[in-house]
Structures are given as C-alpha cells and as structure tokens.
C-alpha cells in the first residue's frame, strides 16, 4: 500500500493502484510486442509499442501525482503485482487472446477510473479527478478499437 503522508490517504491508494495497474500492462504489452505471431505481427507489433509507451506515459503521470500529493508510489514489481487489479501476461496467449486480455484490462481499468474519479471529486481533488478522466478517456477508445478488431 501506499506509504501515505498526507490526510488524504483515499485518493493515494487509488492513485498507487492504478500505478500497479499500469505498470502490471506496460509489461504485459511488451510481453505481448515481443511474443506476437501470426498473420497479424505487421499490425500488432506496432500497436502493442504504441500501447506500451502510452501505459508508461500514465504510470509516470499518476506516479507524479501522488509524489506531488504527499504520497509515495509503490515501485517494486512483487508490491505492484499484489495491489493490481489486473493479471500479468500468462505467456501462452495467441494474438487474438492477446487482444480480448487487453480489452478486458482496459475495461476493468476504465471501472477504477470511474470509481476514482468519484473518490478524488468527493475529496475535493480536481487534478485527479481531470487526470483519472484524461486516461479514461484514451482507453475507451482503445478498448473499442481492440473489440472492434476481434469483431468478425
């Protein structure tokens, strides 16, 4: 958990769990760059680096926002992989479970942000409210893009 110094100890921990979250799918989506075959390595490859890079982009921004709160992020992989929401890559996914895997990472992710967003409006949080719907919004449309890619 968050190592918290400031009274407003419910927005960090929803802060650290999306620091987890993201640093749980920043390696899963180099998992899945690294290890994608098939007729569609030409598309995927790319996507998941577009992916992986936009995911550490949003664990440096939520990282920094606890710092700035007071708070201290976790930042070993056995505490992430504990706090996370989402699971680490099971390594023995094709493209397609590839895709499905992340859409539903980004839907459960989407969820928290919602929730979180709610947590740091009632606390009196703007910035993270504004922060929490900003990567919100990208990963719905990810999410949508995914799913569309799997629609036959």
């Given at each position: 958990?968050?190592?918290?110094?400031?009274?407003?100890?419910?927005?960090?921990?929803?802060?650290?769990?999306?620091?987890?979250?993201?640093?749980?799918?920043?390696?899963?989506?180099?998992h899945?760059?690294?290890?994608?075959?098939g007729?569609?390595?030409?598309?995927?490859?790319?996507?998941?680096?577009?992916?992986?890079?936009?995911?550490?982009?949003?664990l440096?921004?939520?990282?920094?926002?606890?710092?700035?709160?007071?708070?201290?992020?976790?930042?070993?992989?056995?505490?992430?992989?504990?706090?996370?929401?989402?699971?680490e890559?099971?390594?023995?996914?094709?493209?397609?479970?590839?895709?499905?895997t992340?859409?539903?990472?980004?839907?459960?992710?989407?969820?928290?942000?919602?929730?979180?967003?709610?947590?740091?409006?009632?606390?009196d949080?703007q910035?993270?409210?504004?922060?929490?719907i900003?990567?919100?919004?990208?990963?719905?449309?990810?999410?949508?893009?995914?799913?569309?890619?799997?629609?036959?």
């Amino acid at each position: 958990m968050a190592k918290v110094k400031d009274k407003n100890s419910i927005v960090t921990e929803t802060l650290n769990t999306q620091v987890a979250n993201f640093s749980v799918l920043y390696m899963k989506l180099h998992h899945f760059h690294w290890y994608v075959k098939g007729e569609n390595f030409f598309t995927l490859h790319p996507k998941f680096e577009e992916l992986y890079k936009e995911s550490a982009l949003h664990l440096d921004t939520i990282a920094e926002r606890m710092l700035s709160l007071g708070a201290l992020p976790t930042a070993t992989l056995k505490e992430q992989l504990q706090i996370s929401s989402i699971k680490e890559a099971a390594g023995d996914e094709n493209a397609a479970g590839m895709i499905k895997t992340l859409a539903d990472d980004f839907n459960t992710v989407c969820s928290e942000l919602t929730e979180g967003i709610t947590v740091a409006e009632d606390n009196d949080d703007q910035p993270t409210a504004d922060l929490f719907i900003a990567i919100r919004t990208s990963l719905e449309k990810h999410r949508w893009m995914l799913e569309a890619y799997l629609a036959e």
